[in-house]
């Protein structure tokens, strides 16, 4: 496909349990970053990818949260010991490397996640 | 405090009808103000790039304003279609990163 893919679509998780979201970016675009949107909020940043640059973890709620990136290709989050405030929808966007603000970024329809 | 403030939260506007979603930013320094719309269960899709210079940019029926000096941008949808329902999004990198706003979501009516 063209665009950005997430998987899966929706979760449903029971308080405690880990969880993988996965992310499918455009090809050839270098740069990959994790948001959260909460219900009714902006969307916050949580990790980005560059490359093979050291990420950028800054936006990381807690040490629950961590993602990999295997090269310029899929990447993957984890939610360990899932809590209810966990419940959002998070979405993943790619760009590749441009002027004004690291380029355009093209978002993946998001996984909801729902911790019961 | 979020860098970029949308208002109103929400508004309800007749199919055929038009209206103005206001964003106001404290990100600096500027580069470029990005209006998104978000379709419900959707990812937010770009509907404009606004950078320094630009002061006007339409889109079809989407029309966005830049004042770079007072930091505010609008976006005015014109002969609303049921299909413009949606969140839009105000978005101000801050180098790599993106602020967003909370956005506005917009509902039209038949």
């Known amino acids: 496909g063209a665009g950005v893919s997430q998987s899966p679509s929706n979760k449903v998780t029971e308080k405690g349990k880990d969880v993988e979201l996965r992310c499918d970016p455009i090809?050839?675009?270098?740069?990959l970053y994790w948001y959260r949107q909460r219900l009714g909020q902006g969307l916050e940043f949580l990790i980005y990818?560059?490359?093979?640059?050291?990420?950028?973890k800054s936006g990381l709620p807690s040490d629950r949260f961590s993602a990999e990136r295997t090269g310029e290709s899929v990447s993957t989050l984890t939610i360990q010991r899932t809590q209810q405030e966990d419940s959002a929808v998070y979405l993943c966007a790619s760009s590749s490397p441009g002027a004004g603000g690291g380029g355009e970024q093209y978002f993946g329809p998001g996984t909801r996640l729902t911790v019961t | 405090k979020n860098q970029v403030e949308q208002s109103p939260q929400s508004l309800i506007i007749l199919e055929g009808k038009n209206c103005t979603l206001q964003?106001?930013?404290?990100?600096?320094?500027?580069?470029?103000l990005r209006w998104y719309k978000q379709d419900t269960g959707r990812g937010p899709v770009s509907l404009t790039i606004m950078t320094f210079s630009e002061n006007t940019k339409s889109n079809g029926r989407y029309t966005a304003t830049l004042d770079a000096d007072t930091k505010q941008s609008s976006l005015h949808i014109t002969a609303s279609q049921l299909s413009d329902s949606a969140s839009y999004i105000c978005?101000?990198?801050?180098?790599?990163?993106?602020?967003f706003g909370a956005g506005t979501t917009v509902t039209v009516r038949a």
């Open positions: 978005v101000v990198p801050n180098d790599y990163k993106l602020s």
């Open positions: 990818f560059q490359g093979n640059s050291a990420p950028d």
């Open positions: 090809s050839g675009h270098t740069a």
């Open positions: 964003c106001n930013y404290t990100v600096s320094p500027f580069s470029n």
